[in-house]
T-cell receptor, first 114, second 112 residues
Framework: NAGVTQTPKFRVLKTGQSMTLLCAQD?????MYWYRQDPGMGLRLIHY???????AKGEVPDGYNVSRLKKQNFLLGLESAAPSQTSVYFC?????????????FGPGTRLTVT | ELKVEQNPLFLSMQEGKNYTIYCNYS?????LYWYRQDPGKSLESLFV?????AVKQEGRLMASLDTKARLSTLHITAAVHDLSATYFC????????????FGKGTKLSVKP
């Protein structure tokens, strides 16, 4: 049982390049999330999904797109990377909120945009 | 919209001392979460507090929730170096699919 995994772990991009971050979970969770973590800012929600085929905007969605084609996967895309997107990105998943709604986090992806 | 504030943001403690981290939130939140993050690592769930008066303990850490005061506390008893980490609290925003809103974190450093 791997829990939540993220690919890649590290990446360096040049301004204007694009990339996709992959999140996978094997806990059969309905809900999945993408956060970014910046020094002194805590975690801020980028986008989330409440089930296969659904996505919604979080607090800081600009410059990102997401897709949830399969229940176990949640992809985060950067179409044209900017230095302001240098951050650590965390994916999380949780079961249906009728329960404790605890979120389980992946190991993170450290992205640098130069 | 739910806002979550932690204090202090930085805490330097001596081993063996006790201290409390405070988490205030602005509107009703039916659940309160505490997470731990070690440097360069992911977030690890510590406690989930589901109701007013809830108290949970794990080792030297004890978390409590007062929904009337909109306050949760994380109490550290007889700190040891291994507790050095950043601690986050998070509330559930009932107005937006119940997403979690995180505080900025408290960086705890326990010195011998």
């Amino acid at each position: 049982n791997a829990g939540v995994t993220q690919t890649p772990k590290f990446r360096v991009l040049k301004t204007g390049q694009s990339m996709t971050l992959l999140c996978a979970q094997d806990m059969n969770h309905e809900y999945m999330y993408w956060y970014r973590q910046d020094p002194g800012m805590g975690l801020r929600l980028i986008h989330y999904s409440v089930g296969e085929g659904t996505t919604a905007k979080g607090e800081v969605p600009d410059g990102y797109n997401v897709s949830r084609l399969k229940k176990q996967n949640f992809l985060l895309g950067l179409e044209s990377a900017a230095p302001s997107q240098t951050s650590v990105y965390f994916c999380a998943s949780s079961s249906y909120p009728g329960q404790a709604y605890e979120q389980y986090f992946g190991p993170g992806t450290r992205l640098t945009v130069t | 919209e739910l806002k979550v504030e932690q204090n202090p943001l930085f805490l330097s403690m001596q081993e063996g001392k006790n201290y409390t981290i405070y988490c205030n939130y602005s509107t009703t939140s039916d659940r309160l979460y505490w997470y731990r993050q070690d440097p360069g690592k992911s977030l690890e769930s510590l406690f989930v507090l589901l109701s007013n008066g809830a108290v949970k303990q794990e080792g030297r850490l004890m978390a409590s929730l007062d929904t009337k005061a909109r306050l949760s506390t994380l109490h550290i008893t007889a700190a040891v170096h291994d507790l050095s980490a950043t601690y986050f609290c998070a509330g559930r925003d009932g107005g937006s699919q119940g997403n979690l809103i995180f505080g900025k974190g408290t960086k705890l450093s326990v010195k011998p």
